[in-house]
């Protein structure tokens, strides 16, 4: 004891030396129930350092090691691969800490320390980086390790596994494509194969030994490279490997997905070894405080007796259950008898399971969230590896925080704040209608919830092309791998034929929101021919499937399916959002129905109705199309008259649907040559209905098409040209506004005149808005007071707010056409080209989809400064489809907009966003 105190003290002197001299400090110390780090270090440590360091310092048993920080991530990808100077020297430091703690020493033959080398990012990246394990073994140390084990087998299967992993992490010897054949997987086939054995049978520690022999003579042979056998050799390329593996391709393409800035980087977790290969009294798993699938309470997760942790997130072996109830239930759902069911850890190893529950009690209490826990036992002795926040459902993410909230473990704010906006999306997923529900061909497990259906593809690359040519496809693995991430994000839904809840699938799944069913162990996948077999039904690429990921059940062909309804804990946690927040989410709706489930939603109002899209409806396009043809104002009124009172049935069911709550509704924008048909065939068609010359219609629709219609003859232009169409609408609105309050309902249209630009269009549009409206009034007797306002949607427009304000008394920016105005960029046209746009980083995102605060939501900025300048009073929304985008959303709130307004299905999730605004939530960047 007195050997190790006084080491200690040498190790004090020298940290306080190293603060003395100025030195920075890149390694952090986690182990024997103490840590330097803590959970409130994530940015330098990375999520998973500081949470070991978390872990360690509660006194859990947690394997020593150490951190180095995400600032040596940044330094050594500036720095041509290099560190910065006193990083090895604080290794060596706490390399001899770790010695110290165990009692071992690293490379030495007799009593060897191994290390696992792991990355631990700010941000979870589950499977995106690489890992090494069983680091510091060669001949001499894994003689050591067989001695003291007593297992040469396991000994030897250690050997093989790192001399493997390294060869792929560090070396680079992992195929670079799928169809590539893994030249370690060959060598163990060959081996099988001239031992006479099945695939699938464990080889003994002979072969074992003569495999790494044999992967290290690969390694020379394919890459002309010496395997290293000296440890700390091994080490620093292990530890430049995980720092280098921030770049690769699936890690970028995550980041890429969920907006992880790529200067954040990554830290690298150096720990002592811990085996759940052992032996019998050995396992390895995972498991969540709570359901990450349902958020239902408990301790849910798998383990692998015998085992190391790749085996389990890998899915070659499907995991058995931690608790005897989840067990049953597995055999019970999947038509397995009970006396065939593998046993649980509860029932294996009693004492262990109970002192990981008492542990993740804890933790869960801790961190006051749900925790995805990592553990080990080796030889009957739990270990922790990881903790961390566990990724989840949209509905268990919503069960969690109500059900935390009432437990008092966090406030409603909190409670609030637990759920991304972006993941309500999930909740509004279709399900499988129960009355259309066939009898399913296949079962599995269900990862992640959702019901889709799709082409059958079998490889992560057709998927992204299927995706990209408007396919909707199910991606079908035997197990994924992060290189499949491009292919999963791409699909609609994945199957996989092994792997548990827990495995690679089923977490980035559920991560994604997509739907998921995995260890399918019914599906038996032939890649070469690019077919799957689920009893005696073959499938080939192309044919349709359906998921449900809800349940794990696989159909045949395509499966109606229908939209979820949103009550029970969803309901209370939207009321505990919509307490907070300020900014008022409307819908664009442009039916009755459509307003119907905008209601349903909690859409306060319609933010933008387009009247345009009411034209295209069964006859009255033929009217429209009259009245476009019509060669004097005689014609065109008559035409205008037939279209009235369909307009105003229009009016009177969307009204009424939104009785007590404001309806915009906006005049017609598009150019008049959108309703004029085009091909010579619909030409005649037309001109033998409507009883006018074909030619003439050819002629018309010449005259009216344009170069640039985006930039042409539409919005306020068209109701200058030709008053009489908005004279029309606006009576439309009038009356039936007027009819409807007879009736005693509660209605507040609100008139929208679009691409306005110059004040001169609104103040001569407005004026004879109000005298139609002034006369529907008289002659209904009734006192009518509907506000009339514009588009903002032009730069123009937008520096000259002021002036417009004086004749506007509400604006919605319409950040769609603002876009392409601001940028120059044509929507439809750009989408060729934006994706190079962003793989290149001139824009972080698309400006379609999110706002561009720099500069288009500067113009929105500056507009309603301008005309609050004005008007003190002007209503001020958005009603592009950036309304339904978190990010935009919380940017709205911040600039002091009194609204947003979105598709009816993104309703929850701008309400949500607009919740995490008031509370504090600011935009990513």
């Known amino acids: 004891m007195g050997g190790r105190q006084a080491q200690r003290k040498v190790l004090a002197r020298k940290k306080n030396a190293t603060k003395r001299s100025g030195a920075s400090k890149y390694v952090y110390f986690f182990g024997d129930g103490r840590a330097e780090g803590r959970a409130s270090k994530r940015n330098l440590l990375g999520g998973k350092g500081a949470n070991l360091a978390e872990m360690a310092g509660l006194g859990l048993p947690v394997p020593p090691g150490f951190t180095i920080t995400t600032e040596v991530c940044t330094h050594y990808r500036s720095n041509g691969k290099r560190y910065p100077v006193g990083l090895r020297d604080q290794v060596a430091n706490n390399l001899r800490r770790m010695e110290s703690s165990l009692g071992r020493q690293f490379g030495d033959p007799e009593s060897p320390l191994l290390v696992s080398v792991r990355s631990g990012a700010r941000a979870s990246m589950p499977g995106m980086m690489d890992t090494v394990l069983n680091l510091g073994l060669n001949a001499s140390t894994v003689d050591g390790l067989i001695r003291e084990s007593g297992n040469p087998r396991f000994g030897y299967d250690c050997y093989r596994r790192f001399v493997q992993m390294f060869g792929d992490v560090v070396l680079g010897l992992k195929p670079v494509s799928k169809q590539e054949v893994d030249p370690f997987e060959e060598i163990i086939a060959e081996k099988k194969k001239a031992r006479g054995v099945e695939q699938d049978t464990e080889l003994s520690a002979e072969d074992l030994r003569d495999l790494a022999e044999e992967f290290k003579a690969a390694i020379q042979g394919r890459l002309g490279i010496k395997f290293p056998d000296d440890p700390h050799e091994q080490l620093w390329a292990a530890i430049g490997a995980v720092f280098g593996s921030w770049d690769n391709q699936r890690a970028i393409t995550y980041r890429k997905l969920n907006r992880i800035p790529a200067e954040w980087g990554t830290a690298v977790n150096v720990q002592a070894m811990v085996f759940?290969?052992?032996?019998?009294?050995?396992?390895?798993?995972?498991?969540?405080t709570r359901s990450p699938a349902t958020g239902d309470k408990g301790l849910y997760g798998e383990f692998l007796a015998n085992a190391q942790g790749e085996d389990v997130v890998a899915g070659i072996r499907t995991p058995q259950q931690i608790t005897r109830a989840a067990s049953v239930e597995r055999a019970r759902s999947s038509d397995t008898s009970q006396s065939a069911r593998p046993p649980s850890l509860e029932e294996t190893m009693p004492a262990c399971c109970r002192e990981l529950k008492k542990i993740s009690r804890r933790l869960e209490n801790h961190y006051r969230d749900m925790q995805d826990l990592e553990f080990t036992i080796e030889r009957g002795r739990l270990w922790m590896l990881q903790t961390r926040a566990g990724k989840r459902t949209a509905a268990a993410a919503v069960k969690i925080a109500v059900d935390m909230a009432r437990e008092k473990l966090i406030d409603r704010d909190t409670a609030v704040l637990r759920v991304e906006p972006a993941q309500l999306d999930q909740l509004l997923h279709p399900q499988i209608d129960a009355s259309e529900r066939p009898e399913a061909i296949a079962k599995g497990l269900p990862a992640s919830p959702g019901a889709v259906a799709g082409e059958v593809v079998f490889s992560a690359d057709d998927a992204v092309t299927a995706a990209e040519s408007g396919k909707k496809v199910i991606l079908v693995r035997i197990e994924t791998s992060p290189e499949d991430i491009h292919g999963m994000n791409s699909a609609e839904g994945i199957l996989t034929a092994r792997g548990g809840m827990t495995s690679h699938a089923a977490v980035v799944a559920r991560g994604m929101g997509k739907c998921c069913v995995s260890g399918c162990g019914d599906l038996q996948i032939d890649y070469a021919n690019q077919s799957m077999r689920i009893g005696s039904i073959v499938f080939e690429r192309g044919d349709r499937l359906t998921l449900d990921g809800s349940n794990g059940e696989v159909y045949a062909g395509t499966v109606a399916t229908r939209r979820p309804e949103l009550a029970g804990d969803f309901g209370t946690f939207m009321k505990w959002a919509d307490r907070v927040r300020s900014l008022k989410v409307r819908a664009n709706a442009d039916s009755p129905a459509d307003a119907s489930i905008a209601r349903r939603f909690g859409a306060e109002g319609i933010g933008l109705c387009r009247t345009e899209h009411m034209f295209f409806e069964g006859d009255r396009i033929d009217a429209v199309r009259e009245m476009i043809l019509a060669t004097d104002s005689a014609g065109r009124q008559s035409a205008l008259d037939k279209l009235l009172p369909m307009q105003k049935e229009d009016f009177l069911g969307i009204l009424t649907e939104m009785s007590g709550l404001p309806v915009t509704i906006r005049l017609l924008d598009p150019p008049l040559h959108e309703f004029l048909p085009q091909t010579e065939k619909e030409i005649g068609e037309l001109a033998t209905k409507l009883n006018v010359d074909a030619q003439h219609l050819r002629e018309t629709r010449d005259s009216l098409a344009e170069v640039n219609p985006m930039l042409g003859h539409r919005g306020c232009r068209l109701g200058i040209s030709h008053p009489e169409i908005y004279e029309m609408q606006v009576r439309a609105i009038g009356e039936a506004a007027c009819e409807l309050r007879q009736k005693n309902i509660r209605v507040q249209p609100e008139i929208m005149i679009p691409l306005v630009g110059h004040v001169r269009e609104l103040s001569i549009l407005r004026a004879e808005s109000a005298e139609t409206l002034a006369a529907v009034a008289k002659r209904y007797g009734v006192r009518l007071k509907i506000p009339i306002g514009t588009m903002i949607e032009l730069p123009r427009a937008a520096l000259t707010a002021g002036e417009i304000a004086t004749e506007a008394e509400f604006f919605s920016f319409g950040t769609n056409d603002l876009t392409q105005t601001t940028f120059g960029l044509s929507r439809d046209d750009?989408?060729?080209?934006?994706?190079?746009?962003?793989?290149?980083?001139?824009?972080?995102?698309?400006?379609?989809?999110?706002?561009?605060?720099?500069?288009?939501?500067?113009?929105?900025?500056?507009?309603?400064?301008?005309?609050?300048?004005?008007?003190?009073?002007?209503?001020?929304?958005?009603?592009?489809?950036?309304?339904?985008?978190?990010?935009?959303?919380?940017?709205?709130?911040?600039?002091?907009?009194?609204?947003?307004?979105?598709?009816?299905?993104?309703?929850?999730?701008?309400?949500?966003?607009?919740?995490?605004?008031?509370?504090?939530?600011?935009?990513?960047?």
Do not use: Q, W
């Open 276 to 288: 759940g290969n052992l032996g019998d009294d050995c396992a390895t798993g995972v498991a969540f």
């Open 830 to 925: 750009s989408a060729r080209f934006l994706t190079d746009y962003i793989r290149r980083g001139v824009f972080p995102v698309n400006p379609f989809v999110s706002l561009d605060r720099r500069g288009v939501g500067e113009l929105v900025s500056l507009a309603a400064r301008r005309g609050r300048k004005t008007r003190p009073d002007i209503k001020l929304g958005i009603c592009g489809e950036h309304g339904g985008d978190p990010d935009s959303v919380m940017f709205c709130h911040h600039i002091g907009l009194d609204y947003v307004s979105c598709s009816p299905y993104r309703v929850p999730i701008a309400r949500l966003a607009a919740a995490h605004a008031a509370l504090g939530v600011r935009p990513e960047d």
